[in-house]
């Protein structure tokens, strides 16, 4: 059982019935960019682990391409909660986007389809040669009798986690589900705690609260019990809204440890929109750790107390010490929640924004340049446009309309996509800089895989170009 690199046939076949798009239902993120790079991802229907894995299916039908769809990073992560993505639901997401293609193929273009193709397939090899080089080391350590239980499983798991920094978190539950599968019988309950609960939090860094929610529940039915496994129970049940389970787990876990982070931060999920809710009554050992300040701000982001949680975002990013990729999507997930509210046309077209509303924009170009700056000379500046594009609009809502441009000609730049143009294209409509709006439109309008409502857009601002220029007989 293995995940072997797909064929150059293969790969040409999926692209063919790409579209040069994201399958993921509505997106239109692109998997080539116009400089010839690959900026997705592939992804397998039915695994070699985990609930999409399917016993019967052999190692050439795996890497076939009714077994394989294209997203977006994004979107594979999504996708990666086995829970709400289901087999048959991912069959039929393929089905219907690749059925948009099948009479309107997209080629890759000649002049780097080849290295594109060679570059896929090497990447996935040296992956893979990756993981089998962590498998064959962890069935090394598992042929060492003498060595103990304990050590045995901090050794495979500090192999696992040299995956993890790299950002590989999902190569990471699957090598930990095939560690379960292999040694649930032989490791003690402490262990099977562990293994557990570094599963959960795995899922927690993919951001998959339901999977991680699922698995901490699993672990009141082994007999281990510590003020770890305690706490990480009060967190689950708090964010399962079993409000019983959390009370009870909470009162445990404080009994062993007033200031444990984990539960208290299940509290601050439970009790923290109830009008009586202080911060001040936490232990003040907790104010300066970096999680339990992120749900604070979290916290009064959603009641509305927009200053205090930027004020308790910053205090959480200053204590945290992340990877670059990590800490630059924090910051811009912060930067989009602040304008999320704001993109009003009435408000922009009015200037309508109160002073609080003011200091949101501001604060959220800060979190968007610091979120840019962490990955701009990076690989990552590709997959991460949309940051910059988000950081135009802001630049936009503040009235900055020369800096809007410059990063919306940047985000185009990087992406191509049609979120990208359509806010380019509109700002060269406001500016009246008409040559460059009708360039960028008909340059569009050439391109084979537009939705019919993209088409219709284009239309629609093309005939506004001509009236604006007054060359009414062209409409």
């Known amino acids: 059982m293995a995940r072997l690199t797909p064929t150059k046939t293969v790969i040409r076949e999926l692209f063919a019935l790409s579209g040069n798009r994201c399958a993921f239902p509505d997106c239109t993120h ?70 948009k293609f099948r009479d309107n193929n997209y080629k890759l273009p000649p002049q780097y389809a080849e290295q594109i193709l060679e570059n896929l397939t090497a990447t996935s090899a040296r992956m893979e ?14 042929a060492k009798p003498i060595i103990g239980e304990e050590k045995l499983y901090i050794q495979q798991l500090e192999l696992i986690k040299g995956l993890k920094k790299q950002g590989k978190h999902q190569t990471v539950i699957e090598l930990l589900l095939d560690y379960k599968e292999k040694n649930w ?25 339901a999977e991680a929610v699922r698995y901490i529940k699993k672990i009141k039915d082994i007999p281990f019990e510590n003020e770890e496994s305690l706490a990480l129970q009060t967190l689950g049940y708090a964010l399962a809204k079993d409000y019983p389970a959390f009370e009870e787990y909470f009162q445990k876990t404080v009994a062993r440890n007033p200031e444990n982070a984990n539960a208290w931060i299940g509290y601050i999920v439970v009790h923290g929109e109830e009008e009586d809710f202080n911060e001040e009554s936490l232990p003040s050992s907790l ?39 990590k800490d630059s999507d924090v910051r811009s997930i912060i930067a989009s929640r602040l304008i999320s509210e704001l993109t009003d046309p009435f408000k922009y077209v009015h200037n309508e924004y109160t002073d609080e509303q003011k200091q949101d924009l501001k604060e959220a170009i800060i979190f968007f340049s610091e979120s840019w700056d962490l990955i701009k000379d990076t690989e990552l500046a590709r997959s991460r446009y949309y940051t910059i594009l988000n950081r135009g609009v802001a630049y936009k809502l503040t009235r900055q309309i020369d800096l809007a441009l410059a990063d919306f000609q ?41 939705k019919e409502t993209e088409r219709y857009d284009l239309s629609e601002m093309n005939a506004r170009i001509l009236f604006k220029q007054g060359r009414i007989q062209e409409l």
């Open 410 to 450: 940047k985000a185009y730049e990087l992406s191509g996509d049609f979120i990208s143009f359509k806010n380019l294209s509109v700002l060269y409509l406001e500016r009246e800089d008409y040559p460059k709006a009708e360039a960028l439109i008909v340059a569009q309008l050439r391109k084979t895989d537009l």
């Open 287 to 325: 104010l300066v750790i970096p999680e339990v300040l992120f749900n604070l701000g979290e916290l009064f982001f959603g009641t509305g107390n927009r200053k205090k949680a930027v004020e308790y975002f910053r205090k959480s990013l200053s204590l945290q010490k992340m990877a670059a990729e």
């Open 129 to 142: 040669g990756k993981i089998d080089e962590l498998r064959e080391k962890m069935e090394e350590l598992l």
């Open 185 to 209: 019988d032989k490791i003690t309950p402490e262990i099977r705690f562990k293994l557990i609960a570094n599963i959960a939090i795995t899922y927690f860094d993919l951001y998959n609260k």
């Open 30 to 99: 692109p998997l080539i960019d116009e400089r010839g790079n690959f900026i997705a991802e592939l992804c397998h229907i039915e695994g070699v682990k985990g609930e999409r894995f399917n016993p019967n299916q052999t190692d050439e039908d795996r890497r076939s391409v009714g077994n394989l769809v294209l997203f977006c990073h994004p979107h594979h992560i999504v996708t990666d909660n086995e829970s709400e993505y289901s087999v048959d639901r991912l069959k039929m997401i393929k089905k219907e986007h690749e059925n």
